[in-house]
Nanobody
Framework: QVQLVESGGGLVQAGGSLRLSCVVS????????MGWFRQAPGKERDFVAT????????YYADSVKGRFTISRDNAKNTVHLQMNSLKPEDTAVYYC?????????????????WGQGTQVTVSS
């Protein structure tokens, strides 16, 4: 059974930084593309960032490009999301997700397993 556990969320002032982590167990992590998504109250789950199996290919939503960085450590089965210059509109529950393939994707429907989410709140 695949399990994803996120950590690192919290409350931060606008302009601050947070680093989210997601540890994956139950599958061969190094063969899997990973993604981060977020969902604000009353809104759909939106794509944030994705990374391929090796870490060589990444894509970002336009709203976070230049501020967020996705990375992975295959030796530790972990994917990170470094979030800098945070804005109040970044407030949401952040989810990591894993694909049963090595190739990146931006649609939530392309992902096979999800974590429970971690709350990020940015105050103005």
């Amino acid at each position: 059974q695949v399990q994803l556990v996120e950590s690192g969320g919290g409350l931060v002032q606008a302009g601050g930084s947070l680093r989210l982590s997601c540890v994956v167990s139950g599958r061969i992590f190094s063969n899997s593309a990973m993604g981060w998504f977020r969902q604000a109250p009353g809104k759909e789950r939106d794509f944030v960032a994705t990374i391929n199996w090796s870490g060589a290919v990444t894509y970002y939503a336009d709203s976070v490009k230049g501020r967020f960085t996705i990375s992975r450590d295959n030796a530790k089965n972990t994917v990170h999301l470094q979030m800098n210059s945070l804005k109040p509109e970044d407030t949401a529950v952040y989810y990591c997700a894993v694909r049963n393939t090595a190739v990146t994707a931006t649609s939530p429907r392309a992902y096979d397993s999800w974590g429970q989410g971690t709350q990020v709140t940015v105050s103005s």
